[in-house]
C-alpha cells in the first residue's frame, strides 16, 4: 500500500476493522507491561510491531488472541470477542514459544489443528505454502529451529485465517530460511488477508510492513507507514572513521541522539549532522571514510526509544 491506499484504509476502518484496541491496558503488579493502547488495522493491512523488549509487543498479542484478559479497555476482531473469532477460524497465531510435539509427525500436527476448524484449508496445502512438504513425516523431536518456526506457520496457516498474528516469526531461521518465509508470506497477504507481526529485525518491518507501530514501555509512541516513522526521528545518520575519539566526545557533540562506537568506527543519529560534523573534525581532524545518510527504520527506532533504550 502507498500512503493515499493506507490513509483511505484507516478512514474506512470505522465500518470493519480487521482489530481495533481501545484503552488498553494490562498491568503484572506495578509493572505496566500495556498502558492505554489505541490502535485500528484495516482488513488487508500488514502492520508491523516494533518495540524494545519490555515495550508490550508480546502482551498485546496475547490480549489480541484472548489468552490474557486486559485490566482496561477492549479488544475486537472484525466485530467479534477474541475467543469468538478464534472459534470460527478467522485468526491464526505463530507464537514464538508455541510448543510441539515431539513424538507427533509434523503431518499429524498440523493435521490436527485442522481437525480443530469448520473450514480449513488442506493440510497439503498449509504444508506448500509454508514450504515443508518435505518434512510432513519427520517427528517433532527432529527439527531444527528454523524448521519448527516454519512448521508453526503451517499451523497457523491451517485455518485459512483472515488475520494472521506472529511474534518473531523468522527467530531461529537462517538468512535462506528468512528469505524463504517473507516469500511465503507475501503469498499469503497478497489474497488480502491482515498480517500483525513483532519483530526484532527491523529490515523485515522496512521491505514487508505497510505500516509500523513502535510501542515504548507499553505505549505506542509511532504509528505510520517506514517514511513517516522515519519523519518522526528526523535527522540523518553519520558514519566515519575517527581514530583516538571516546564514546564521552561522541555523546557530547551537537546534534547526537544516538550513537555507537565500534573501534575507530563511529555511527550517531543527529538532528543536526551539519553541526555534528563540524564538531567531529574540530575534536578529531584525523576523521575520514565520512558518509551522511537519511535516517532508516533502525536509526528511527533508536531515536524514538533512546530514553528506554540508552537513559538519554
Not at 25 to 41: C, E, F, M, P
Not at 256 to 285: F, H, K, M, W
Request: glycine letters at 12%; one cysteine or more; aromatic letters at 4%.
Amino acid at each position: 500500500m502507498n500512503a493515499t491506499e493506507i490513509g483511505q484504509a484507516r478512514s474506512a476502518v470505522a465500518q470493519g476493522a480487521a482489530v481495533r484496541l481501545t484503552g488498553l491496558r494490562k498491568h503484572y503488579g506495578q509493572v505496566r507491561a500495556v498502558d492505554g493502547v489505541d490502535l485500528t488495522i484495516a482488513p488487508g493491512e500488514v502492520v508491523a510491531l516494533l518495540g524494545p523488549n519490555g515495550a508490550g509487543k508480546s502482551t498485546t498479542i496475547d490480549m489480541i488472541l484472548g489468552l490474557s484478559r486486559p485490566d482496561a479497555g477492549t479488544v475486537s476482531v472484525f466485530g467479534a470477542e477474541p475467543s469468538g473469532a478464534i472459534a470460527d477460524g478467522v485468526i491464526g497465531a505463530m507464537l514464538q514459544g508455541g510448543a510441539l510435539l515431539d513424538d507427533a509427525t509434523v503431518g499429524e500436527m498440523v493435521g490436527m489443528v485442522a481437525s480443530l476448524h469448520r473450514t480449513p484449508m488442506p493440510v497439503a496445502e498449509a504444508l506448500r505454502r509454508a514450504g515443508i512438504e518435505e518434512l510432513a513425516k519427520r517427528r517433532g523431536n527432529k527439527l531444527s529451529g528454523g524448521q519448527k518456526q516454519r512448521v508453526r506457520f503451517a499451523v497457523a496457516l491451517v485455518s485459512d485465517p483472515d488475520l494472521l498474528l506472529l511474534d518473531e516469526p523468522t527467530a531461529a531461521m537462517d538468512v535462506g530460511s528468512r528469505r524463504e518465509f517473507w516469500r511465503s508470506m507475501q503469498a499469503f497477504t497478497d489474497t488480502g488477508r491482515t498480517v500483525l507481526f513483532a519483530t526484532h529485525y527491523l529490515e523485515e518491518a522496512e521491505e514487508f510492513a505497510d505500516r509500523v507501530v513502535l510501542m515504548r514501555g507499553g505505549r505506542v509512541v509511532a504509528d505510520g507507514s517506514v517514511a513517516e516513522v522515519r519523519a518522526l526521528a528526523g535527522g540523518r545518520t553519520l558514519r566515519a572513521v575517527a581514530p583516538g575519539a571516546t564514546k564521552t566526545a561522541i555523546a557530547e557533540l551537537p546534534g547526537v541522539t544516538e550513537y555507537q562506537v565500534r573501534g575507530d568506527r563511529i555511527a550517531v543519529s543527529s538532528n543536526d549532522s551539519d553541526a555534528t560534523l563540524r564538531a567531529l573534525l574540530t575534536a578529531c581532524p584525523a576523521a575520514h571514510d565520512i558518509e551522511i545518510t537519511a535516517i532508516g527504520l533502525e536509526g528511527a527506532f533508536l531515536t524514538l526509544t533512546a530514553d528506554e533504550e540508552t537513559g538519554r
